[in-house]
């Protein structure tokens, strides 16, 4: 399963590297310790810094959450600009080779940040342990925080298991194919 | 001197114990700094780490691309629902539908190229619309229609890698080189002499086995033959069923070619249950085939009663809800029920919606005809009439003056001058179509209405439930 994750993470690098930046920008902005910065290592945290748990509730929640919206955020309108493109408009090479290739890496590249959305299943069990055991968190903000939280959670198991990785890919050529 | 040592070893181990545990993990050296999990060099070098300079700019291009990605997805979202509506038609087989739906795209595209002031490069319509859109339509009609219709907007996937279009062109090339080679061998063979029957198939039957000539096509041949030479219901019957023989042997989908022609014949034959079998299959290719769910209707009423054709006429509005077709078989059940006031104020409400479709206007022409309203019948049906003749010389699209609809003009146009109260603006117009279509009328109901054998009613009614 090490395996298939890392080569899920290196099959959607643009996504991974991406997400390990704005995990290391949310740590920054905390005041986290980074303790190994690099993005794309080979190892189950590829893909993700490996810093300090947060202590605070609001902050476990951004570490849990936070890397993982930007990326959504920002992936989702480049991967639909370029899907939308090629699956409904029917653009193909035989229309504008440029552009076909265009929407091509952009859909790829919206893809690998989707891939990509979910926090490591550490940051999500310490954002479950600081903010609702611990109860570092106020009562509105657990409230407030409690979906997003929960799929942050189960998210981080189907991305440990690359089950976003296959779903999202088979989505994808379905949507061609059928 | 023993115990003094022993009691600086334990405390050494105590003082050992405790400073594991407070050790910065990262430099494995230094005493952690409180509330803090390393010492406070270490976290110092750790909340200095620079953040690489490539993941700065990866992150900001990430953020301005996905504002202007988000623009593109706004201007997409309306033609792409479009495409996705005639996806979901064409999944449910009905063409027709995907076909209105597929050929509006571009109207939406325009409209999002007026709003922008210019047309954008982001927003354009592709090849794969113009397949899909090809695919509908050869579906709904046939290929060879769609080739007729489509023909510039694929041309320039011929040979290329497509899916779709590689069966659609070889069915087209296939055909056209039949139809070069038996025409070189017709011309050369007889020239300007007029053959007969058995020459044409003789001449046909030698081609066979011939480089670029099908066999299917070889069959079809005969077929036209033996329609154009009038030839007996059975010698028909005789070459679809070797075209059905044909078809059957190719790998391509050959059924447009033939069904609709053989369920005809065998419900002109009496044979309803294997026309049955063969609008079925027509119908399961295409759930807005209205010409097949209207002679399936006619079996249906003529075999198994109102009740099975009420569920009959339930099947195709499920499927053609909001097209024009819908009103006209809900007209013709009605008809056949003998509501003929619910009928015309279908027949209105329909003609609200689509004011120029003929066959509507065909319809409240029968069932003024069957309440005896000649002159409101005769009114009517030149309506449809007309409309079917713009439709024709504008759109090129003959396909709405029917054989039903010059049999209705005919004997509407001969029951107001014999029985009705022709107006003096009318009586040359009416007199004129009599005397032009006298000797083209070929339906037995009309015939038979005009000789008296029938009342329209019987006809309309009872029997072929229209002018057939």
Not at chain 2, 428 to 444: F, G, H, P, R, T
Request: hydrophobic share 40%; charged share 25%; glycine share 6%.
């Amino acid at each position: 399963m090490r395996t298939l994750y890392i080569i899920t993470r290196i099959l959607t690098f643009p996504g991974a590297y991406l997400r390990g930046f704005w995990e290391q920008l949310t740590c920054r902005i905390l005041g986290l310790p980074v303790e190994i910065p690099g993005y794309l290592r080979i190892d189950e945290a590829c893909s993700h810094v490996e810093h300090a748990l947060a202590k605070k509730g609001f902050a476990s929640y951004l570490m849990a959450t936070g890397a993982g919206f930007m990326n959504f955020m920002t992936g989702l309108p480049i991967f639909l600009a370029g899907f939308m493109n090629l699956r409904y408009m029917g653009i193909t090479p035989y229309d504008n080779l440029g552009y076909f290739i265009f929407y091509v890496i952009i859909t790829y590249i919206g893809f690998s940040m989707l891939c990509n959305i979910f926090p490591l299943v550490e940051d999500t069990m310490n954002l479950f342990d600081v903010a609702y055991k611990q109860k570092k968190m106020n009562i509105i903000g657990r409230i407030l925080f409690a979906i997003p939280s929960a799929l942050a959670f189960v998210g981080s198991f189907l991305e440990k298991y690359c089950i976003t990785f296959i779903a999202l890919a088979a989505a994808v050529i379905l949507s061609f194919v059928i | 001197m023993s115990e003094e040592t022993d009691k600086s070893i334990s405390a050494e181990e105590t003082e050992e114990e405790i400073s594991e545990d407070d050790i910065c993990p990262y430099c494995g050296e230094n005493k952690k700094q409180e509330e803090s999990d390393y010492c406070a060099e270490c976290e110092a070098a750790m909340l200095a780490r620079k953040i690489p300079f490539l993941a700065w700019i990866g992150g900001l291009v990430a953020v301005v691309f996905s504002v202007f990605a988000l623009a593109i997805v706004f201007l997409l979202t309306a033609p792409s629902i479009q495409v996705a509506k005639g996806d979901s038609y064409a999944r449910e087989k009905r063409w027709y539908s995907a076909y209105t739906a597929y050929s509006d795209v571009p109207a939406v595209v325009d409209e999002i190229t007026t709003i922008l002031g210019g047309e954008s490069p982001f927003v354009q319509t592709g090849t794969n619309i113009a397949v899909k859109k090809f695919d509908a339509l050869a579906h709904y009609t046939s290929p060879l229609e769609a080739f007729y219709y489509e023909s510039q907007s694929v041309s320039h996937l011929e040979g290329k890698f497509n899916t779709t279009m590689k069966g659609y062109y070889e069915i087209y090339n296939d055909y056209m080189s039949s139809y070069d080679i038996v025409l070189e061998t017709l011309e050369t063979k007889f020239g300007m002499t007029e053959p007969s029957a058995e020459e044409m198939h003789a001449a046909v039957e030698d081609l066979r086995g011939t480089e670029g000539v099908s066999d299917i096509w070889i069959d079809y041949y005969h077929l036209t033959f033996a329609y154009n030479f009038n030839e007996s219901d059975e010698a028909a019957l005789k070459y679809l069923k070797a075209i059905d023989e044909s078809a059957k042997k190719s790998k391509l989908d050959y059924s447009w070619l033939y069904y609709t022609e053989l369920s005809d014949l065998l419900y002109k034959m009496n044979d309803y249950e294997g026309s049955t079998e063969y609008l079925d299959k027509l119908i399961k290719n295409d759930r807005t085939n209205f010409g097949a769910y209207e002679l399936k209707m006619r079996i249906t009423l003529k075999i198994k009663g109102l009740e099975e054709a009420k569920k009959l006429l339930d099947e195709f509005i499920e499927y053609n809800e909001g097209i024009d077709t819908a009103y006209v078989l809900r007209i013709m059940y009605l008809r056949a029920a003998k509501e003929y006031d619910k009928a015309l104020e279908l027949c209105v409400e329909a003609q609200e919606e689509f004011a120029t479709a003929p066959e509507l206007y065909r319809q409240e022409a029968l069932i003024h005809l069957l309440k005896g309203e000649y002159g409101k019948a005769y009114e009517a049906v030149f309506t449809a009439y007309s409309n079917a003749s713009y439709i024709a010389q504008y759109y090129q699209d003959d396909s709405s003056l029917t054989n039903q609809l010059y049999n209705t003009l005919y004997l509407c146009s001969y029951l107001e001058s014999e029985k009705g109260s022709m107006n003096t603006d009318n009586a040359s117009e009416i007199s004129n179509i009599i005397n032009d279509l006298k000797d083209y009328v070929n339906a037995e109901s009309v015939l038979d209405v005009i000789s008296g054998k029938k009342t329209v009613e019987q006809v309309l009614t009872e029997g072929e439930y229209d002018l057939v």
